[in-house]
């Protein structure tokens, strides 16, 4: 029962993801024509950037909500097998003591697992790609035709800052040197 | 069974009424001075606790992760005031809040700029060659590099739970670094968000860390309404829990290159401890670390495990060096009961005979160019700033 609730969460969204990469997928896909070319076809990218997001999205969640339901029945054996007698408010302590155990441990099996580690790498790279295009497309379609400053902008100055510093930073250094070469002549090297 | 559901629910009510009116709490109160800054980096001096402290001056790295106030979190919690208390002539830096200009410092500029230059002014201010480096988690990782960079300033060496062999499964980070592609954060963020890699650390232990933590807050909270010392003892719970709580999410954001270098050459590729990692021009060779070693760890540290630490001691050609290993975790070595009893003071032992002037065997005065009477009017109480 457990187990056939995700299968069928799973099913589902296979069913649409296969639907959508059979139909609109493909249409998005689509070279794209006229002079807005350029524009639709970066426009268009983001919908199979969330499809594969919304794809990696779905198998970390699975695999979650797995260990939830195995985290959820070893507190249900534990506390049948821990926990007897009247029910009264130390009980609850002991019960709470019993699920905090419980769950971090079978999370941290989880957690620890070469499996996991490669959903969220998977999952993080898709996210920050999907992040990465809607910042793209608000600078494309709304700050740079308002004439605003965009992040590529500010991080070209900030690299261009960046190197000035590192360089003054350097003749700032170089120029010590000289002068403690010859102090004598430290006003003219100033 | 009524009058424990009274008692817990009592606990609940002393515990938010102590946080409708929350205790005034400071972190980092041991006396200082900023002797020397650059862009957002400060070089803190500590007003040394004796007349005459040991002549060789300690400098401590703190990680880039993180505030360095954990290591002068509160009074009786204090590294820094052990060393003081010690004898130390103490030095540390605070990195500040990374924000736009600085998404393209490396780890180089990090190494062979700040530090140098910080060493460079202790060198100064104590008219010796050569001073004791004390890195601490990924700023011990920071010392190493720089020791075998710049092993002609470095008197001794001392790591305190600091990584340098990557290549373990002993901790979760270690496992998860190695899946996660770092390019695409940098490129999208610049600058890494501190609040991005707490919420890795708290992964790390999700119920504990999010859950247990504060319900055991509220265990700890006494109901004797009618005694003083108990509510004194409950305000101190409620100071002591909000000072911690306070460092864990005061996070800085990562400087992007750096952290991009530090993942994919460190965790990635475990370059350091191989001899074939590159900081500006220059191939780290950690056999050209010939100092005192003193390399510190905790034994049930989850965020370096020992095996990530251990290899320096045969990595370094140095003949005199030491290992510790004490029964604690990451932070309780800083802020734990054993830090004060025991962690502290061994450290403290094995500095003090290499921290006097070769050939003197006495203590000499330190060098400031001002009365200790001026200095410690001009300290401040609190170095902690607000982002």
């Not at chain 2, 102590?18 to 002797?35: A, H, K, R, Y």
């Not at chain 2, 509160?74 to 590294?79: A, E, L, M, T, Y």
């Not at chain 2, 988690?137 to 075998?148: D, L």
């Not at chain 2, 909000?242 to 990562?254: A, G, T, V, Y």
């Amino acid at each position: 029962m457990e187990k056939s609730n995700f299968e069928s969460t799973q099913e589902i969204f296979d069913m649409w993801l296969k639907t959508y990469e059979a139909t609109f997928g493909r249409i998005v896909e689509m070279p794209a024509m006229g002079p807005t070319r350029e524009r639709s076809e970066k426009m268009m990218k983001g919908f199979s950037l969330f499809a594969e997001l919304s794809s990696t999205w779905m198998d970390s969640n699975v695999n979650f909500q797995s260990v939830f339901m195995e985290a959820m029945r070893r507190v249900r054996e534990k506390t049948a097998n821990e926990m007897e007698g009247e029910i009264n408010p130390e009980k609850y302590k002991e019960f709470y003591r019993i699920w905090i155990e419980t769950y971090s441990e079978t999370f941290k099996e989880f957690l620890k697992s070469g499996h996991f580690a490669s959903d969220m790498g998977k999952f993080m790279s898709y996210f920050m790609e999907f992040q990465k295009f809607n910042r793209e497309m608000l600078e494309e379609n709304y700050l740079k035709p308002m004439n605003l400053p965009t992040k590529t902008e500010i991080d070209e100055i900030n690299k261009e800052l960046y190197s000035l510093k590192k360089k003054v930073k350097e003749l700032d250094r170089v120029i010590k040197e000289l002068s403690l070469m010859n102090p004598s002549n430290k006003d003219e090297i100033l | 069974m009524k009058e424990a559901n009274l008692i817990d629910f009592e606990k609940f009510k002393r515990g938010m009424e102590l946080f409708l009116e929350p205790p005034d709490f400071s972190v980092g109160t041991t006396p200082s001075e900023i002797i020397f800054t650059e862009d957002k980096m400060k070089l803190i001096h500590y007003i040394p606790a004796v007349e005459k402290p040991y002549a060789v001056p300690v400098l401590v790295v703190y990680a880039l992760v993180n505030r360095y106030y954990i290591l002068d979190l509160q009074p009786d919690k204090s590294v820094i005031k052990k060393l003081l208390d010690e004898g130390f002539d103490v030095y540390i830096i605070d990195w500040g809040y990374p924000s736009g200009t600085d998404r393209y410092l490396t780890i180089d500029d990090y190494v062979n700029g700040y530090i140098n230059n910080a060493v460079d002014k202790i060198k100064q201010r104590s008219g010796l060659d050569t001073i004791t480096l004390f890195g601490v988690c990924q700023g011990g990782t920071f010392s190493v590099m720089y020791a075998a960079l710049h092993p002609e300033k470095i008197k001794n060496l001392v790591t305190l739970v600091s990584p340098v062999n990557f290549d373990t499964d002993k901790g979760l980070l270690h496992i998860w670094a190695r899946s996660l592609d770092v390019d695409k954060i940098v490129d999208y963020y610049g600058i890494v968000p501190g609040d991005f890699l707490n919420a890795g650390f708290l992964l790390t232990d999700p119920f504990r860390l999010m859950i247990d933590k504060y319900v055991g807050l509220f265990e700890k909270i006494e109901c004797e309404t009618d005694d003083g010392q108990c509510e004194l003892r409950n305000e101190e719970t409620v100071k002591n829990f909000l000072r911690m709580e306070k460092w864990i999410f005061d996070s800085p954001d990562q400087a992007g290159e750096t952290f991009r270098q530090f993942f994919k050459d460190c965790y990635q590729k475990n370059l350091l401890i191989k001899n074939k990692m590159v900081i500006g021009k220059t191939t780290v060779d950690l056999k050209k670390i010939s100092m005192p070693l003193l390399n510190v760890m905790a034994e049930f540290d989850h965020l370096v495990p020992n095996e990530a630490s251990k290899p320096l001691n045969d990595a370094v050609s140095s003949s005199d060096k030491e290992m510790l290993v004490f029964p604690t975790g990451h932070i309780g070595i800083f802020v734990g009961s054993r830090s004060q009893k025991d962690v502290c003071p061994r450290i403290s032992e094995w500095l003090k005979p290499r921290s006097i002037l070769n050939g003197e065997g006495e203590k000499r005065p330190i060098q400031t160019g001002k009365k200790r009477s001026e200095r410690k009017r001009n300290s401040r109480t609190s170095r902690v700033n607000k982002k």
